[in-house]
């Protein structure tokens, strides 16, 4: 599965980074000392020991009543969740401000040891050293916080991977040791396993938040090296033991454990990152244990929404599609449009995998004319000459509707059936003719496959490696041509993946992936748990009606982003939306609301804004183009 930042290789330059021995000082310094966040860019510093409490620099302090332990503690990219390896060995995230409301990662493992859990750049992947009974360390991580599956990121060999860091592109260092024993070293790994060394006699590395300096332990002291030129400058020289640095989020500082001549327990110090100082730091009294920085950056809750059906559409695609012919928009161009009826949603449950296939919006017009705004939007974004897609017969969208959409200069393409099922699989032809997974879902009612179109739009942008489509079923059982079509594509190996209770039903002859809940907000739950917890945008809809989560799931599926469904009309989110918001803060930074507050009330889009921030809350807006 590719991962939403995926880890550059090294720049040639660090194939010069030199060994022990050498101090360069003055070389590029980072900007002057800061010891709090700048305005912008607040944060905290806590420290882990092992108890069940994290402490905080200021005097405060977060505690899980259950008395279970807190161990290398450390925060996600907005500071709302924190990850921890609890007594049994699990990786553990909990809440910024309840250290009861926890979510397991990783299950503990018989004989594994783990330590160190970090964020990977800004998602939502956490990694850790783990060590098996019997063999070296290794960094592994979830590929996503389902707590499914893990992946190793470290080279296979003998030797041991630990303390591994992150900077905000997602950019990994760790410490390698060929044996146990053996004098340590440092370097970058790559998404082939590769291990590139920056420094030798070096452990415990921190990579600062731009990836341009890497700080280290070297004989108890914290020195740093320039990555693009080796430079090393030393930190601190002031006879104490240093251990466990962290960069802070602006990269002006680092918060390590300092052990004085002479003492028998470690301090917490923040010591001044420029070198400019050298062995500036000051103690923090009274917090003891493993360090780490809490980031606090602001949030995004953004509505999109219109007058009505056609105006929230067109709000979904203003939201993210540039202008045609101003190059004063920098935001993306759309390759087509896919239109489809307004009065009903039968014809148009797969719109949302073409509209992300396509790399354009949905937008929506009744059956027998085009309507104005939509014709306007059209306009907007589409280059002349440019692709329309029509979902369903001349008895979905009128003859006079195509007329009309050629009369403003573009191509149309109707994608039809027989009836709604022949319409899917003529849409699902468009997407791809063999599609990696086939995602089945009833044709009878909305939910389940509007669910299904974001997550299968999600495969099929431009620059993944997978394609996916949305198929339907009549309730439980299968019409012929979609039989045919899905023994064809089991013969050709495509993953088949059962989205709702009567598509489980009708497709049970056949080896599938069954996503189903006990409702349709738990289905949707069940699907973006599966497909997504990348982090970066949450999508929310009714789950009552379909054309706002149908316009919205296409711009979903574009932003590689989950539609979480809810009941609308009540002043609180739907359990499973909650669940899946807080499950996810730790990466997300926009919730997107799709409809007016009498679809999506303004308590519901509040607390989505609560569940995926930290400390600084999010803000709120309504259109515009917050989402790029």
Aim: aromatic residues 6%; charged residues 20%; glycine residues 10%.
């Amino acid at each position: 599965m590719p991962r939403q930042h995926p880890r550059r290789p090294l720049a040639a330059t660090l194939a010069s980074v030199l060994a022990a021995g050498a101090v360069a000082y003055g070389i590029a310094p980072t900007p002057a000392s800061a010891t709090t966040g700048q305005p912008d860019n607040p944060f905290a510093v806590t420290a882990s020991n092992g108890s069940a409490t994290i402490g905080f620099a200021d005097g405060r302090s977060l505690t899980n009543s259950t008395g279970a332990k807190i161990r290398y503690a450390s925060w996600s990219p907005d500071g709302s969740r924190a990850a921890y390896v609890d007594q049994d060995g699990a990786i553990v995230t909990l809440r910024h401000d309840d250290a009861d409301d926890l979510h397991k990662v990783v299950w503990p493992e018989t004989d594994t040891e783990r330590r160190d859990p970090k964020w990977i750049g800004r998602t939502d992947q956490v990694m850790w050293a783990a060590k098996p009974l019997g063999r070296p360390w290794r960094i592994e991580s979830t590929r996503n916080l389902n707590g499914v599956e893990t992946d190793a990121l470290s080279p296979w060999d003998d030797a041991n991977y630990l303390a591994p860091d992150s900077d905000n592109a997602g950019r990994i260092v760790v410490e390698r040791q060929s044996s146990d024993g053996a004098v340590p070293s440092i370097g970058m790994i790559d998404d082939y396993h590769h291990f590139e060394e920056i420094a030798t006699d070096a452990r415990n590395p921190t990579i600062s938040p731009d990836g341009r300096w890497v700080a280290f332990v070297r004989d108890g002291d914290i020195w740093k090296v320039y990555l693009y030129s080796g430079a090393l400058t030393r930190l601190t020289d002031n006879g104490g033991v240093h251990d466990n640095p962290e960069f802070s989020p602006d990269g002006y500082s680092l918060v390590a454990n300092r052990t004085a001549a002479g003492a028998d327990t470690a301090e917490v110090v923040r010591i001044d990152a420029s070198g400019s100082w050298p062995d500036r730091f000051t103690v923090l009294t009274g917090l003891r244990g493993v360090p780490a920085y809490q980031p606090q950056l602001r949030d995004r809750t953004v509505r999109v929404t219109g007058q009505d059906r056609f105006g929230t559409a067109v709000a979904a695609s203003q939201a993210h599609w540039g202008t045609n012919g101003d190059p004063a928009d920098v935001r993306p161009r759309a390759g087509a449009v896919v239109l489809s009826r307004s009065d009903t949603y039968a014809d148009a449950l797969g719109g949302s995998a073409l509209a992300a296939a396509k790399k354009g919006p949905l937008l929506l017009t009744p059956p027998a004319r085009l309507q104005p705004q939509t014709a306007d939007e059209i306009r907007r974004v589409l280059a002349p000459r440019g692709t329309v897609y029509l979902l369903g017969s001349e008895g979905a969208l009128s003859a006079t509707v195509r007329s009309e959409v050629e009369k403003l200069g573009f191509t149309v393409v109707r994608l039809a059936g027989a009836d709604r099922f022949g319409t899917s699989l003529a849409i699902a032809n468009a997407i791809n003719p063999a599609p990696d997974q086939v995602l089945v879902a009833t044709g009878m009612n909305f939910p389940d496959a509007l669910a299904a179109g974001a997550a299968a739009g999600s495969r099929n942008r431009p620059g993944t490696d997978a394609s996916a489509v949305v198929v339907l079923t009549n309730d439980g059982k299968l019409p012929d041509p979609m039989k045919s079509y899905l023994d064809a594509r089991q013969r050709g190996g495509s993953q088949l993946i059962a989205v709702g209770k009567q598509a489980a039903a009708a497709i049970d002859p056949y080896l599938t992936i069954n996503l189903v809940g006990d409702d349709r907000f738990a289905t949707a739950n069940a699907v973006n748990v599966h497909f997504f917890g990348r982090g970066g945008k949450v999508g929310l809809a009714t789950g009552m009606d379909w054309p706002d989560a149908l316009a919205g799931g296409a711009l979903m599926a574009t932003l590689n982003g989950p539609l979480m469904l809810t009941i609308g009309t009540q002043n609180t989110l739907h359990p499973k939306a909650a669940w899946y918001a807080d499950l996810l803060s730790g990466s997300v930074d926009t919730a997107v609301v799709f409809g007016s507050a009498a679809v999506v009330s303004d308590p519901q889009a509040a607390e989505l804004g609560r569940w995926i921030s930290g400390p600084m809350g999010s803000s709120t807006a309504v259109n515009g183009t917050y989402l790029d």
